[in-house]
């Protein structure tokens, strides 16, 4: 298995612009969870799916984020529009299980994205 | 302005030594716990878990203790190697979520 995989590895972007990041979770997981990682604040949940539903997007800092999930196999971060201050690392991870807490949580190599 | 990270607790020992990182979580009802290693530019990745109803579970090289008196996870390496530095953290099982600790910076000196 190739494991959880995000797209792409580095953006650099202006501010303004629209960033779009990509995962692909491992087949046959249930669950998809999307995390920022920041110097400031550490490992961050922002939105997380079971079987392709939203669940829980309080994490999501602004109406700025938003998040899809159309299939089992692939979700989206979307900035609209990008700040500086939205520069970070992004992680997307995948559970096994439909309730997760009963299992780890297999994270991706992560996003860069730097917005200047 | 100055800008103000976060200050990850440190911790530096001797290759072959054994290594005690601590953790202490906030939520009492939480009944699943995870400590991840996460090397530089890489994805937090699973050490090990433990459930609530147990105090202590081991793998290799390592050991999750679990005191829900007082709400404290510790992870133990034995016999540390260089390829055991990275930052380690600790999470807790919220609900139908996982919240992470701040982490620690485990550094091995040859």
């Known amino acids: 298995d190739a494991g959880v995989i995000q797209s792409p590895r580095h953006e650099v972007t202006e501010m303004g612009q629209e960033v779009t990041l990509r995962c692909k979770p491992i087949s046959g997981h249930n669950s998809l969870f999307w995390y920022r990682q920041t110097m400031m604040r550490g490992l961050e949940l922002l939105i997380y799916?079971?079987?392709?539903?939203?669940?829980?997007d309080s994490g999501m800092p602004e109406d700025r984020f938003s998040a899809k999930m159309p299939n089992a196999s692939f979700s989206t971060l979307k900035i609209q529009p990008s700040e500086p201050r939205d520069s970070a690392v992004y992680f997307c991870?995948?559970?096994?299980?439909?309730?997760?807490?009963?299992?780890?949580?297999?994270f991706g190599s992560g996003t860069r994205l730097t917005v200047v | 302005g100055e800008s103000v990270g976060l200050h990850l607790p440190t911790l530096s020992v001797q290759e072959g030594d054994n290594s005690i990182i601590n953790c202490a979580y906030s939520n009492s009802a939480s009944d699943y716990f995870i400590w991840y290693k996460q090397e530089s530019g890489k994805g937090p990745q699973f050490i090990i878990d433990?459930?609530?109803?147990?105090d202590k579970r081991q793998g290799q090289r390592v050991t999750v203790l679990l005191n829900k008196t007082v709400k404290h996870l510790s992870l133990q390496i034995a016999a540390t190697q260089p390829g055991d530095s990275a930052v380690y953290f600790c999470?807790?099982?919220?609900?139908?979520?996982?919240?992470f600790g701040a982490g620690t910076r485990l550094t091995v000196k040859p």
């Open positions: 433990i459930r609530s109803n147990m």
């Open positions: 799916f079971n079987n392709n539903v939203p669940i829980d």
């Open positions: 991870a995948s559970s096994l299980r439909s309730s997760p807490g009963q299992d780890g949580y297999t």
């Open positions: 999470a807790e099982n919220r609900g139908n979520d996982m919240r």
